[in-house]
């Protein structure tokens, strides 16, 4: 897990949000912490992420029968899994729609879906993907997603434990794609769609099978009707005719019906003819003996041939868009008309069943749709204008991303020289931030997908430039699978085009996700990378960067005097610079400061750089700093400062809608309500703070809170269950491999022991800390090696 919203640590360390840009900041630790969602105490969220249900269902009550007999299964323990299998476009889809939105009312704490596009022309979706996308649906922040696959899906499976909820897992490739999505325990159904067997899930999972043929002649009959019904009355006998040639695919009859329906003053018989010229042509082209396949190509292009020349060109061009789904605007840029006509001609194409909208300004191809469309743009489109479109649409992501993080106005980073937009291209632009990363969370797949064509087509300045653009956003919410994804991708084509600027940045980039990820080492050598290309280009400014970047990797880990050494180097390089690339060193020199002990000094320092802040408009930096004022005043007994502070801070993680910001501000206010007596209303705080760290899998934060709980239970004198809290803290932090807190959690617990009468459990506690806390020489930890000793001598033997 990363830490809170922009700041950038890991575990943390023993101070509190410091100044800086997302990564270039630290967010600190006591022996309390904890994310709370909102002041408030927070809904459960019950997700209804159903696609609609689908128009004009027909047949499918033996499949449907098969379905609902598995909502009273007696599965002895086993979460229930059905598989919908069979061919492509033979409606698995609508079939498990259609039956989802029957059977919801059984599933009242919501339903969960995911397109895996395990047949899509472009990659399929990760497992580690749809986990992120049900993690933030069942209300994890994403900054508190986990990084690794098998961490999410344990996460995922503790959510769904206690939830009876529908999981519908559409398109799946293989049983290696859908295993980690399956619940764990629980009443949970999951339902998966797939053109594969996936005989794996049945033998070993348990899952039950529904194997979807083609329509009978009579069913294919009555969905044509019902489509065309009110537009025209055909003779059975043709209809029949013109299903057959439809193989009975639902995804065929359905195009066939739209065309039929769109044209009522045409005999059927004539648009059969049709049908079979175009079957006949499909037959030349092809060697495909699979008949089935061969129908629905025919229905496409039958169907395609009768488009307006305009909305041909644009479903062809939009073929060539590198992610699954894509908007009014990006279609606009992709044929380069104004956004108006696109939005008109999508309108036909939906029409017409070439495409489906599925949402406001969201549209997306059936996979055997897009590659029809790719198939069509190769044939009819000269290799030039599909290199020219899509350089047209990669531009345009690139530069509405930058236009992104323009509205983000966080300080400190520098922005990346792109360039001119590629010809006709105009970016989007955005009003507030929180409008940006509405842009962002949308086209997130699509960015990804971006920066892969970006690589495939040999435009390694761009696919490097992309998550140089986006780290800040990266770093402020902690997107990890794309962080890393983007960011290793955008390594390579930065060494394969030699830029070392683009070496340095992306470095710097995967810096920021180690050390968020807690792999400080790793962290810390991409950092020493990128400060060697910086001091051999003579980069004051980023050498400077990099310093304070590589003392916050050592504040982690709580090498207090390491930290306040490289924060030193960073701030004496950025006075011959210029007072505004201070900040961010300054901040963090605030947090040092006050851990070394030098509290006056503490404040200068936090006072400046929060009055930076303010002129800069970085309200994220600004919040950090006051959280760091905040633990200097805690320090010296100033409580009701403290608390104007804190108060601050939790008032602008509450404007900007950032979760993991508001979190840690609540992680403070419980100190000072400890501080203050006001032992129960902290007793509250670490509670929520422990169960929602339980909820996203941070268990260090989880441990830190039960530890704060311990501490207060200490003060109420209930020292068994302050006891229990202490013991369960230690047992997970050096579960974690966390000395330093394993330590401060192990004093806590021999503290509470000594008091309970339990003297040797006590002494065997301090014991156990002591050697843990021989590698750090801070003030901090002095004090309390000194204190263990004083205690393990005057504990009786």
Same mark, same amino acid.
């Given at each position: 897990?990363?830490?809170?919203?922009?700041?950038?640590?890991?575990?943390?360390?023993?101070?509190?949000?410091?100044?800086?840009?997302?990564?270039?900041?630290?967010?600190?630790?006591?022996?309390?912490?904890?994310?709370?969602?909102?002041?408030?105490?927070?809904?459960?969220?019950?997700?209804?992420?159903?696609?609609?249900?689908?128009?004009?269902?027909?047949?499918?009550?033996?499949?449907?029968?098969?379905?609902?007999?598995?909502?009273?299964?007696?599965?002895?323990?086993?979460?229930?899994?059905?598989?919908?299998?069979?061919?492509?476009?033979?409606?698995?889809?609508?079939?498990?729609?259609?039956?989802?939105?029957?059977?919801?009312?059984?599933?009242?704490?919501?339903?969960?879906?995911?397109?895996?596009?395990?047949?899509?022309?472009?990659?399929?979706?990760?497992?580690?993907?749809?986990?992120?996308?049900?993690?933030?649906?069942?209300?994890?922040?994403?900054?508190?997603?986990?990084?690794?696959?098998?961490?999410?899906?344990?996460?995922?499976?503790?959510?769904?434990?206690?939830?009876?909820?529908?999981?519908?897992?559409?398109n799946a490739a293989s049983v290696g794609q859908v295993r980690p999505l399956l619940p764990g325990t629980g009443r949970c159904l999951t339902l998966i769609t797939s053109r594969s067997r996936l005989s794996g899930l049945v033998a070993r999972d348990g899952a039950r099978r529904v194997t979807l043929e083609v329509f009978e002649e009579s069913a294919a009959v009555r969905l044509l009707h019902e489509t065309t019904g009110g537009y025209r009355t055909d003779d059975d006998q043709e209809v029949a005719e013109l299903a057959r040639l439809c193989a009975r695919l639902p995804l065929a009859l359905r195009v066939a019906a739209e065309r039929a329906a769109a044209r009522p003053?045409?005999?059927?018989?004539?648009?059969?003819?049709?049908?079979?010229?175009?079957?006949?042509?499909?037959?030349?082209?092809?060697?495909?003996?699979?008949?089935?396949?061969?129908?629905?190509?025919?229905?496409?292009?039958?169907?395609?041939?009768?488009?307006?020349?305009?909305?041909?060109?644009?479903?062809?061009?939009?073929?060539?868009?590198?992610?699954?789904?894509?908007?009014?605007?990006?279609?606009?840029?992709?044929?380069?008309?104004?956004?108006?006509?696109?939005?008109?001609?999508?309108?036909?194409?939906?029409?017409?069943?070439?495409?489906?909208?599925?949402?406001?300004?969201?549209?997306?191809?059936?996979?055997?749709?897009?590659?029809?469309?790719?198939?069509?743009?190769?044939?009819?489109?000269?290799?030039?204008?599909?290199?020219?479109?899509?350089?047209?649409?990669?531009?345009?992501?690139?530069?509405?991303?930058?236009?992104?993080?323009?509205?983000?106005?966080?300080?400190?980073?520098?922005?990346?020289?792109?360039?001119?937009?590629?010809?006709?291209?105009?970016?989007?632009?955005?009003?507030?931030?929180?409008?940006?990363?509405?842009?962002?969370?949308?086209?997130?797949?699509?960015?990804?997908?971006?920066?892969?064509?970006?690589?495939?087509?040999?435009?390694?300045?761009?696919?490097?430039?992309?998550?140089?653009?986006?780290?800040?956003?990266?770093?402020?919410?902690?997107?990890?699978?794309?962080?890393?994804?983007?960011?290793?991708?955008?390594?390579?084509?930065?060494?394969?085009?030699?830029?070392?600027?683009?070496?340095?940045?992306?470095?710097?980039?995967?810096?920021?996700?180690?050390?968020?990820?807690?792999?400080?080492?790793?962290?810390?050598?991409?950092?020493?990378?990128?400060?060697?290309?910086?001091?051999?280009?003579? @980069? /004051?400014?980023? #050498? !400077?960067? =990099? +310093?304070?970047? $590589?003392?916050? &990797?050592? *504040?982690?880990?709580? %090498?207090?005097?390491?930290?306040?050494?490289?924060?030193?180097?960073?701030?004496?390089?950025?006075?011959?610079?210029?007072?505004?690339?201070?900040?961010?060193?300054?901040?963090?020199?605030?947090?040092?400061?006050?851990?070394?002990?030098?509290?006056?000094?503490?404040?200068?320092?936090?006072?400046?750089?929060?009055?930076?802040?303010?002129?800069?408009? @970085? /309200?994220?930096? #600004? !919040?950090? =700093? +006051?959280?760091? $004022?905040?633990? &200097?005043? *805690?320090?010296?007994? %100033?409580?009701?400062?403290?608390?104007?502070?804190?108060?601050?801070?939790?008032?602008?993680?509450?404007?900007?809608?950032?979760?993991?910001?508001?979190?840690?501000?609540?992680?403070?206010?419980?100190?000072?309500?400890?501080?203050?007596?006001?032992?129960?209303?902290?007793?509250?705080?670490?509670?929520?703070?422990?169960?929602?760290?339980?909820?996203?899998?941070?268990?260090?934060?989880?441990?830190?809170?039960?530890?704060?709980?311990? &501490?207060?239970?200490?003060?109420?004198?209930?020292?068994?269950?302050?006891?229990?809290?202490?013991?369960?803290?230690?047992?997970?932090?050096?579960?974690?491999?966390?000395?330093?807190?394993?330590?401060?959690?192990?004093?806590?617990?021999?503290?509470?022991?000594?008091?309970?009468?339990?003297?040797?459990?006590?002494?065997?506690?301090?014991?156990?800390?002591?050697?843990?806390?021989?590698?750090?020489?801070?003030?901090?930890?002095?004090?309390?090696?000194?204190?263990?000793?004083?205690?393990?001598?005057?504990?009786?033997?």
């Amino acid at each position: 897990m990363g830490s809170g919203a922009g700041d950038g640590s890991g575990q943390g360390t023993a101070s509190s949000f410091s100044g800086g840009a997302a990564h270039a900041v630290v967010q600190g630790r006591d022996f309390s912490g904890g994310v709370h969602f909102h002041t408030g105490q927070a809904p459960v969220p019950v997700p209804q992420q159903l696609p609609g249900n689908v128009r004009g269902f027909v047949n499918r009550t033996v499949d449907l029968e098969h379905l609902d007999a598995a909502l009273g299964e007696d599965v002895a323990g086993r979460v229930p899994v059905l598989v919908i299998a069979g061919t492509a476009g033979v409606g698995k889809t609508s079939l498990a729609v259609h039956w989802a939105h029957r059977a919801k009312e059984h599933f009242p704490d919501g339903q969960l879906y995911v397109n895996l596009r395990g047949y899509d022309p472009g990659a399929p979706l990760t497992a580690a993907l749809a986990l992120e996308r049900f993690l933030v649906a069942l209300g994890v922040p994403a900054a508190a997603i986990p990084t690794d696959v098998e961490a999410r899906a344990a996460l995922y499976r503790t959510l769904l434990a206690d939830r009876n909820m529908l999981v519908v897992l559409d398109n799946a490739a293989s049983v290696g794609q859908v295993r980690p999505l399956l619940p764990g325990t629980g009443r949970c159904l999951t339902l998966i769609t797939s053109r594969s067997r996936l005989s794996g899930l049945v033998a070993r999972d348990g899952a039950r099978r529904v194997t979807l043929e083609v329509f009978e002649e009579s069913a294919a009959v009555r969905l044509l009707h019902e489509t065309t019904g009110g537009y025209r009355t055909d003779d059975d006998q043709e209809v029949a005719e013109l299903a057959r040639l439809c193989a009975r695919l639902p995804l065929a009859l359905r195009v066939a019906a739209e065309r039929a329906a769109a044209r009522p003053r045409v005999p059927l018989g004539m648009l059969i003819e049709d049908l079979r010229d175009e079957s006949s042509l499909w037959d030349a082209l092809s060697s495909d003996d699979d008949d089935e396949a061969d129908a629905v190509r025919t229905v496409f292009a039958w169907s395609y041939r009768a488009l307006p020349a305009d909305a041909a060109r644009l479903f062809r061009l939009l073929g060539l868009h590198p992610g699954p789904d894509f908007s009014t605007h990006a279609a606009a840029v992709i044929a380069a008309i104004p956004v108006g006509q696109a939005r008109r001609q999508l309108d036909v194409l939906v029409g017409v069943h070439l495409l489906e909208q599925i949402g406001p300004d969201r549209y997306q191809f059936h996979d055997l749709l897009r590659a029809y469309a790719i198939d069509q743009a190769q044939r009819l489109d000269p290799p030039d204008e599909r290199r020219t479109t899509l350089r047209r649409v990669l531009s345009w992501y690139l530069h509405t991303a930058d236009a992104v993080v323009a509205a983000e106005r966080r300080h400190g980073y520098s922005r990346i020289v792109l360039g001119s937009p590629a010809d006709g291209v105009r970016p989007q632009e955005f009003a507030t931030f929180l409008e940006a990363m509405d842009w962002f969370r949308a086209e997130q797949n699509n960015l990804l997908a971006a920066q892969r064509a970006m690589v495939t087509a040999g435009l390694d300045r761009m696919a490097w430039q992309l998550p140089a653009v986006l780290r800040s956003v990266y770093a402020s919410y902690n997107f990890f699978e794309d962080w890393l994804t983007t960011g290793s991708l955008g390594l390579e084509a930065a060494r394969r085009c030699e830029d070392q600027e683009g070496q340095a940045v992306l470095l710097e980039v995967l810096g920021m996700f180690c050390r968020q990820s807690h792999r400080p080492t790793e962290a810390a050598d991409h950092y020493q990378a990128a400060l060697q290309i910086r001091r051999q280009a003579s @980069d /004051r400014r980023s #050498e !400077a960067w =990099v +310093l304070n970047l $590589l003392g916050t &990797v050592f *504040l982690d880990g709580h %090498q207090v005097n390491e930290a306040y050494a490289h924060f030193n180097q960073s701030a004496d390089l950025c006075r011959d610079i210029g007072p505004g690339e201070l900040i961010a060193p300054t901040a963090n020199l605030c947090v040092v400061s006050r851990q070394l002990g030098q509290l006056s000094e503490a404040i200068e320092l936090g006072r400046w750089a929060r009055s930076a802040y303010q002129d800069v408009g @970085d /309200r994220n930096g #600004e !919040a950090n =700093v +006051l959280g760091s $004022l905040c633990d &200097v005043h *805690l320090e010296l007994g %100033q409580l009701d400062p403290a608390a104007s502070l804190v108060e601050e801070s939790l008032a602008i993680a509450l404007e900007l809608d950032n979760r993991l910001m508001e979190g840690v501000a609540l992680n403070r206010l419980g100190r000072v309500q400890l501080a203050r007596g006001e032992v129960d209303e902290a007793l509250v705080s670490y509670h929520r703070s422990a169960t929602i760290h339980r909820r996203i899998g941070d268990r260090g934060r989880e441990a830190e809170a039960l530890d704060g709980t311990g &501490v207060a239970y200490q003060v109420l004198r209930r020292g068994e269950e302050a006891v229990a809290f202490h013991r369960q803290a230690a047992a997970t932090h050096r579960d974690l491999g966390d000395r330093w807190r394993t330590a401060v959690a192990l004093d806590h617990l021999a503290t509470a022991l000594r008091e309970t009468g339990a003297d040797e459990q006590a002494r065997a506690s301090w014991r156990e800390a002591l050697p843990l806390l021989a590698e750090f020489d801070d003030p901090e930890t002095v004090t309390l090696r000194r204190s263990i000793e004083t205690a393990l001598t005057e504990s009786p033997s």
